[in-house]
């Protein structure tokens, strides 16, 4: 059934000048300009997102170059409740 729908579709694109080819085969998944550390962290989080990988590259670069913190160190006396005198 799908593939006999699939095949009147790309007949009629093919009908218009076009032709539908699929670009990403399973050695091509990912863009060129990935390389083995992109590709193992998406590979990674794909089970728990339905973000692509552009994306989840962007946000892993983004959280990595943002300062830790805004806020200064505080001291352990400060932490732990003690009032100065």
Known sequence: MMK???RILRG???KLGYDVVNVRTRENQFPPD???SCINL???VR???MTSAERILRC???SSTSSPTRFPAT???AV???VAA
């Open 34 to 36: 990935f390389d083995d």
């Open 4 to 6: 006999s729908m699939n």
């Open 60 to 62: 892993e670069k983004a």
């Open 80 to 82: 732990s409740g003690e």
């Open 47 to 49: 089970p728990f997102t």
């Open 42 to 44: 998406v590979r990674e």
């Open 12 to 14: 009629l694109v093919l």
């Open 75 to 77: 001291s352990s006396s």
